[in-house]
């Protein structure tokens, strides 16, 4: 069974007198264990599809299975706990707790319904940074670490719930080249080592070229579903340029409010 399955999902913004289509009914299924990158120009609808799959959106119509649970009808509360048990997130802008240590920010999401004692989280936390290359950073705060460091603490954040599916939204678009390179190290490592689904957006073909399976998007439709970077490669700069007032407007998701 796959972990992702997506049947007919659609997702239409109504903004008063316009209506924004940014997913026209989509079918795609992801196996565990895959690496997928979702590539697009702006307004292609592959952040849209990534909020659906991370469930911080909820789509319009159509069905949504994850690992076997039907998750396209559920409110925001049994989103968050889908998104608890099993998703992990990384972000662009890292978004870790400035006056927190690397140790507390790991550790936040244990104490979300774990059922974990102090002890155990700490324990948690302090694996998941050593296992990312930070065991001497632990009472360290935000401001005091490299971007590529706040990122390995974000990505220590994202695993430390032991979730199946690892998202990244542009995750290497605040790093310089060489810290981009050793997070997407970091990522492959994780996917082939402990089997886990990664599923990164992002505009940076040298960061998609390491995925197994890349995803082109245009006009809220999957253009594109390549195992070959070549072919992705050309089928993105095929785009015709549309000019900005075309474009679909930037829209939040349920659950970035």
Do not use: W
């Not at 649970?69 to 990384?90: K, M, P, S, Y």
């Not at 995803?215 to 070959?228: N, P, Q, S, W």
Request: with cysteine; charged share 25%.
């Amino acid at each position: 069974m796959p972990l992702i399955e997506l049947r007919n999902i659609t997702k239409t913004y109504d903004l008063g007198e316009v209506k924004v289509h940014a997913l026209r009914k989509t079918e795609l299924f992801i196996e565990r264990g895959e690496y997928v990158a979702l590539l697009g120009p702006s307004g292609s609808g592959k952040s849209t599809l990534m909020n659906t799959l991370g469930c911080l959106d909820r789509p319009t119509t159509g069905s949504y299975l994850l690992d076997g649970q039907e998750v396209a009808t559920l409110n925001r509360d049994a989103r968050a706990t889908i998104r608890n048990r099993h998703i992990g997130f990384v972000f662009q802008n890292f978004n870790l707790l400035a006056r927190t240590s690397a140790l507390e920010n790991v550790e936040l999401p244990l104490l979300y319904g774990a059922g974990l004692s102090g002890r155990a989280r700490k324990k948690c936390a302090r694996e998941m940074l050593a296992m990312v290359g930070l065991e001497d950073r632990l009472d360290h705060h935000p401001g005091q670490l490299s971007g590529g460091q706040q990122q390995r603490v974000a990505i220590a954040r994202s695993l430390v719930t032991n979730p199946s599916m690892l998202m990244g939204d542009e995750p290497t678009g605040n790093l310089d080249s060489k810290t981009s390179r050793e997070v997407i190290d970091l990522f492959k490592k994780l996917n082939e080592e402990r089997q886990i689904t990664v599923i990164l957006v992002t505009h940076d073909l040298s960061v998609a070229r390491h995925a197994r399976r890349i995803l082109v998007m245009r006009d809220g439709e999957i253009e594109m579903d390549t195992t070959r970077f070549e072919e992705a490669f050309q089928s993105l700069h095929s785009f015709e340029t549309v000019p900005s007032e075309e474009k679909s407007p930037r829209v939040q998701s349920e659950d970035s409010k």
